[in-house]
């Protein structure tokens, strides 16, 4: 039986069942909303390791260490580890929201997609965050574009009611769901490197947000080590004001995924 190396010694804290709406790519679950499960458990800021891909609609366990590592496990199996982190992240000013408005309607995600073996629109069409097939009403639909003289893509969003709590303000989940994917699309328009998977992200929730309330979500390089991609992704209210940030590590797309893409 293969173990990570972890602790083995853990608490299991509760289980937990991602439904197949919040799904990335096809069949594995959106990294910023897999990320929040540990929102919980964790206060500030989270620092989520990413191992595996994680299942959809399959009950998994968070369990827990004596050291306050926390760990998403399929079974035996580790497929995140999340702990408390640091936050070292500056952020630009945020674009307007007119700013924001202009650049989506230039978004990758209302393209064709790029790739030869998918049909529909954008990196990844059914993103619960991103994608711009997902049915009216299933999804974020939060589609970042190049921002112009800026090294920045930003989208807009209007939370909608049914992603509040019963006090109307936007649930967790939600708003970490929406600090992963546009880092990705800061790669693609701004450097020559394609994201392959989100291997870690920081983030903090720093202030709520109203459901219904228009906001900006922007992203930006934030430089390189090795095959080490960093974005930084920040959501602002409609003042300005920073509701959340992430600092996103990525891995570059393998050959085989590549070999995909359309020239």
């Known amino acids: 039986m293969h173990r990570e ?5 853990l608490k299991t804290v509760c289980n937990v069942t991602i439904p197949a709406r919040y799904k990335g790519p096809p069949d594995i679950a959106n990294g910023g909303y897999v990320c929040s499960l540990f929102a919980e458990h964790i206060d500030g800021v989270i620092d989520v390791m990413i ?9 998994l366990q968070i369990r827990a ?3 306050g590592i926390c760990y998403l496990m399929d079974g035996d199996q580790m497929i995140i580890q999340a702990k408390p982190g640091v936050m070292d992240l500056a952020v630009p000013d945020a674009p307007v929201y007119e700013e924001a408005v202009e650049a989506a309607k230039t978004s990758l995600a209302l393209k064709p997609t790029p790739y030869t073996h998918v049909t529909g629109h954008g990196i990844h069409p059914i993103c619960f965050c991103c994608g711009a097939d997902v049915p009216d009403g299933e999804g974020l639909k939060i589609h970042p574009g190049l921002v112009p003289d800026t090294n920045m893509v930003a989208a807009p969003w209007t939370p909608a009611s049914e992603y509040g709590d019963s006090q109307s303000y936007v649930r967790p989940e939600f708003i970490w769901t929406a600090l992963d994917c546009p880092g990705a699309y800061a790669l693609w328009e701004l450097t020559d490197t394609k994201p392959g998977f989100l291997g870690r992200l920081v983030g903090r929730i720093e202030k709520p947000l109203r459901c219904g ?3 900006v979500v922007a992203a930006w390089p934030a430089g390189s080590d090795g095959r080490k ?11 300005g004001q920073i509701i959340g940030r992430s ?3 990525w891995f570059p797309m393998p050959p085989e995924m590549i070999r995909l893409v359309a020239n």
Do not use: I, K, M, W
């Open 51 to 59: 191992r595996r891909p994680t299942p959809l609609d399959r009950e």
């Open 65 to 67: 260490g004596s050291d």
């Open 213 to 215: 309330e228009p906001c």
């Open 5 to 9: 190396n972890h602790q083995t010694n």
């Open 247 to 249: 600092l996103a590590t």
């Open 229 to 239: 991609l960093y974005t930084g992704t920040a959501l602002f209210d409609a003042e």
